[in-house]
């Protein structure tokens, strides 16, 4: 099993920027699309952006689109969440997930396609 461990998380003002990383053990990084999931206090997992294996085809959350930009390094097992602008709403713990099945990208936007997930990392933006 995959183990996928978050980093890059902390307390920013309004309209600032932070870069999470997520680390990925194992050698099948490459055959798996990758994405971002966040939870804000109170409030169901949310999706926020994904990315196929290659890193040729992205997905984003209406909400962050133009603001934030997914990447994937596929030599490093690394992959990276730049995020502009922030908002007090971007607030929340930030996870990092596997998809279940590898050369797929499909529904992105679901959890459920999702097998591996790492412990979270949080990002507190305030107003």
């Known amino acids: 099993q995959v183990q996928l461990v978050e980093s890059g998380g902390g307390l920013v003002q309004a309209g600032g920027s932070l870069r999470l990383s997520c680390a990925a053990s194992?050698?099948?990084?490459?055959?798996?699309?990758m994405g971002w999931f966040r939870q804000a206090p109170g409030k169901e997992r949310a999706f926020v952006a994904a990315?196929?294996?290659?890193?040729?085809?992205?997905d984003y959350a209406d909400s962050v689109k133009d603001r934030f930009t997914i990447s994937r390094d596929n030599v490093k097992n690394t992959m990276h969440l730049q995020m502009n602008s922030l908002k007090p709403e971007d607030t929340g713990v930030y996870y990092c997930?596997?998809?279940?099945?590898?050369?797929?990208?499909?529904?992105?936007?679901?959890?459920?396609?999702?097998?591996?997930w790492g412990q979270g990392t949080q990002v507190t933006v305030s107003s």
């Open positions: 997930a596997k998809f279940r099945r590898p050369r797929v990208f499909s529904n992105a936007k679901d959890p459920d396609e999702y097998g591996d």
């Open positions: 990315i196929s294996r290659s890193g040729s085809f992205t």
């Open positions: 194992g050698r099948t990084f490459s055959m798996y699309a």
